[in-house]
């Protein structure tokens, strides 16, 4: 059967693995396994009530390589508009995860 998977952090895992209302859990013949990604890729946990025997992850385009050997090179696979949205993104996840509580409330 083909199924998502959750997205999973150390915010989260303990919360999906406790609540047996989550899909992660099997019931009625259906369930979404947990992703964590670690330095070198990813782990998918079930519940051991069922097995993952594939799993496909796919890209719509693959990008071009950011590298610093030239920082001043122009990437051109995002259009201006959306580069600044990618840009803001990356800056608040980075402020979020260095654990800015300040910043938290305020976004939220």
Same mark, same amino acid.
């Given at each position: 059967?083909?199924?998502?998977?959750?997205?999973?952090?150390?915010?989260?895992?303990?919360?999906?693995?406790?609540? +047996?209302?989550?899909?992660?859990?099997?019931? /009625?013949?259906?369930?979404?396994?947990?992703?964590?990604?670690?330095?070198?890729?990813?782990?998918?946990?079930?519940?051991?009530? /069922?097995?993952?025997? +594939?799993?496909? @992850?796919?890209?719509?385009?693959?990008?071009?390589?950011?590298? @610093?050997?030239?920082?001043?090179?122009?990437?051109?696979?995002?259009?201006?508009?959306?580069? /600044?949205?990618?840009?803001?993104?990356?800056?608040?996840?980075?402020?979020?995860?260095?654990?800015?509580?300040?910043?938290?409330?305020?976004?939220?």
């Amino acid at each position: 059967m083909d199924t998502c998977v959750f997205e999973c952090t150390q915010d989260s895992f303990m919360y999906r693995i406790n609540n +047996s209302l989550t899909d992660f859990h099997y019931k /009625y013949h259906r369930a979404r396994p947990l992703r964590i990604r670690f330095d070198n890729g990813c782990k998918l946990l079930t519940d051991k009530n /069922y097995t993952v025997k +594939s799993y496909t @992850l796919g890209y719509l385009k693959k990008p071009t390589e950011l590298t @610093l050997d030239n920082p001043r090179a122009e990437y051109t696979d995002f259009k201006d508009e959306i580069m /600044y949205e990618i840009i803001k993104m990356a800056a608040q996840m980075y402020i979020e995860n260095q654990g800015d509580q300040r910043y938290r409330t305020i976004t939220d």
